[in-house]
C-alpha cells in the first residue's frame, strides 16, 4: 500500500499542515470544481497493526488560480495535533485503505524529545 509522508515543522504544529500538491488525488482529495476547499475525514491508525484510533475531521484547501499551494486548514488539523501530542521533527505516514478511508500513522521523534526536556 502506498503512503506518503512529512516530518512536521513549525508552521504544520503551529498553525496549519502544508502538502505537496503531488499527494492530492491518489490519496488527498481534490476540492470540487468551483471551489477552494474540500471537507474529509481522516483515521488515526496504530502503525504496528493498523487498527483505527479515532476519526477527524479535516479541511483541504487550496488557491483557485496558480499554483494550487494545499493545506490543511487549521480548523480541524489543530485539534489532531493537540490531541496527539505532535510535535516539530515528527513525522506523519497518510495512506487510503482497500476502502478508500484516508488514514495517518505517526512516528514520534523521541530522541529529539529526550534532548529538549
Excluded: C
Aim: hydrophobic content about 35%; overall charge positive.
Amino acid at each position: 500500500m502506498e503512503f506518503l509522508q512529512k516530518k512536521l515543522k513549525k508552521t504544520d504544529i503551529t498553525e496549519k499542515l502544508t502538502v505537496p500538491s503531488e499527494w492530492l488525488g491518489d490519496i488527498l482529495p481534490y476540492p470540487p470544481r468551483n471551489h477552494d476547499e474540500v471537507r474529509f475525514e481522516v483515521s488515526l491508525i496504530s502503525l504496528n497493526d493498523k487498527s483505527t484510533i479515532k476519526s477527524y475531521p479535516l479541511v483541504l484547501s487550496t488557491r483557485s488560480l496558480g499554483y494550487l499551494k494545499p493545506v490543511l486548514q487549521s480548523r480541524g488539523w489543530l485539534a489532531f495535533v493537540r490531541e496527539t501530542g505532535l510535535e516539530i521533527g515528527d513525522t506523519i505516514h497518510i495512506r487510503k485503505d482497500g476502502n478508500g478511508q484516508i488514514q495517518v500513522g505517526i512516528e514520534y521523534d523521541f530522541a529529539r524529545r529526550m534532548t529538549t526536556y
